[in-house]
């Protein structure tokens, strides 16, 4: 798959925790254990979540917190859409580009804060955020953003972690920062905030049960690499001697246990912008269908010919 890189190296984050947990996700044994799990759900919620925005093959899309790029290749791969990934961490950016090979399809990444995104007015038909927005110490910003960059009708599909209340103490202080859940919020926040952004809901539903099938094959994964290091000898990316394995598995069982009590939540949301003369009616959506032009968007990020993007 060929890709398109624009990096910055002007970017300033305006989100602490955004950056934190990108620190955090960058670090060579999350990416051992975790890069090809890349977001609860994984592939399957993704395909859920992208089959319920209905966008037509050719739909310029972009998949905002992309990290390394694996949904990001797929949308282009499996949906042929006109795919620009958007991700704060030059390291991100920088890992999506050697993930993504040579290929027919291409993928545009681009650095960039989500605050400050570098597309025309209505140049989409649609972005996906998968466990990102919550990162978001701007949300208001960010959506004002998002409905800015998208086409009247587009289409935004939000996954993210939600609680029920104030988390315990002990989560709050040690899993809280890296488990997207340092700013994420309840769902009754979560439908105004959208609302107030002129978005309408076109379908919300409750994916907490992959939650639990995450922490499953974290568990899986730590106990198959501390075996296959013992049994042949073979060593990880970095040291396991830096590690507690019991100790992450007792906070994998913690957060597992707050999930089934139903005060840690994943949950999908895909929204509908509203035209500039539409009237938000319902927090569950009940809105007449918005017919999507299918056109080809510009170069994002660059003007009068300047286009430091490049094939790789």
């Not at 979540?49 to 209905?54: E, K, L, R, S």
């Not at 202080?173 to 997207?180: F, K, M, N, Q, Y």
Request: glycine share 8%; charged share 20%.
């Amino acid at each position: 798959m060929a890709a398109v890189t624009e990096p910055d190296s002007t970017i300033e984050s305006t989100s602490r925790s955004s950056s934190c947990c990108s620190a955090f996700y960058e670090q060579d044994w999350v990416r051992q254990l975790a890069e090809d799990i890349f977001h609860p759900g994984g592939e399957e919620l993704t395909n859920k979540t992208v089959a319920a925005m209905n966008l037509p093959a050719g739909a310029a899309i972009a998949d905002l917190g992309c990290g390394t790029g694996t949904t990001a290749m797929m949308l282009a791969r499996h949906y042929d859409f006109r795919v620009s990934a958007v991700d704060i961490s030059a390291a991100n950016i920088e890992r999506a580009v050697q993930r993504s090979g040579h290929g027919q399809a291409t993928v545009r990444f681009c650095q960039a804060d989500a605050s400050q995104l570098p597309f025309n007015d209505s140049e989409l038909d649609g972005i996906i955020a998968e466990c990102t927005f919550s990162l978001f110490s701007e949300q208001e910003t960010v959506l004002a953003e998002i409905r800015r960059v998208l086409k009247p009708g587009g289409k935004l599909a939000i996954t993210d972690m939600a609680t029920s209340g104030a988390l315990p103490e002990d989560i709050a202080g040690v899993l809280a920062p890296w488990t997207c859940l340092a700013d994420a919020v309840d769902e009754k926040t979560y439908l105004e905030m959208f609302a107030a952004a002129g978005f309408t809901i076109q379908t919300m539903a409750d994916e907490s049960a992959s939650l639990i099938s995450l922490v499953r094959i974290l568990k899986r994964k730590l106990l198959l690499l501390g075996a296959g290091a013992l049994a042949n000898g073979t060593a990880p990316d970095f040291d396991l001697a830096d590690f507690d394995l019991a100790s992450i598995k007792f906070w994998l069982d913690r957060f597992k246990t707050e999930v089934e009590k139903g005060s840690i939540r994943y949950l999908r949301f895909n929204l509908q912008l509203l035209p500039a003369s539409g009237h938000y009616q319902s927090p569950l959506g009940e809105t007449a269908h918005i017919d999507i032009k299918n056109e080809c968007p510009p170069k994002i990020g660059h003007e009068d010919g300047d286009d430091n993007s490049h094939q790789v």
